[in-house]
């Protein structure tokens, strides 16, 4: 078995890599760029399969300047404005 670096197996090949691997040309070039620590294995059969490395206990890559660091799991950001809300059933004014 030959363990090679993703972005060094599929040079110049995308399609055909991701083909192989069974995924979308786009996830495999978006996880090349992003520089994520995947290798493909080889096997002596011919057969291919991919390997991803990630630290333990899950300690995230360096983020780069590029990147949202909004950690917030809604999606979107405080806007340091806060704005009051009342329950439609207590907003007065029959239907």
Excluded: W
């Excluded at 670096?5 to 996830?27: C, I, N, V």
């Excluded at 660091?69 to 806060?82: D, L, R, V």
């Amino acid at each position: 078995m030959q363990r090679i670096p993703l972005a060094e197996y599929a040079a110049k090949r995308h399609a055909r890599t991701a083909q192989k691997l069974g995924m979308s040309q786009g996830s495999l070039s978006k996880a090349i760029r992003e520089g994520r620590s995947i290798f493909v294995i080889e096997s002596p059969d011919g057969s291919v399969s991919a390997l991803e490395e990630k630290p333990f206990p899950g300690q995230r890559r360096q983020s780069s300047p590029n990147q949202c660091t909004n950690n917030n799991p809604s999606g979107f950001e405080a806007s340091g404005i806060e704005v009051p809300v009342q329950s439609s059933s207590t907003a007065g004014g029959a239907i």
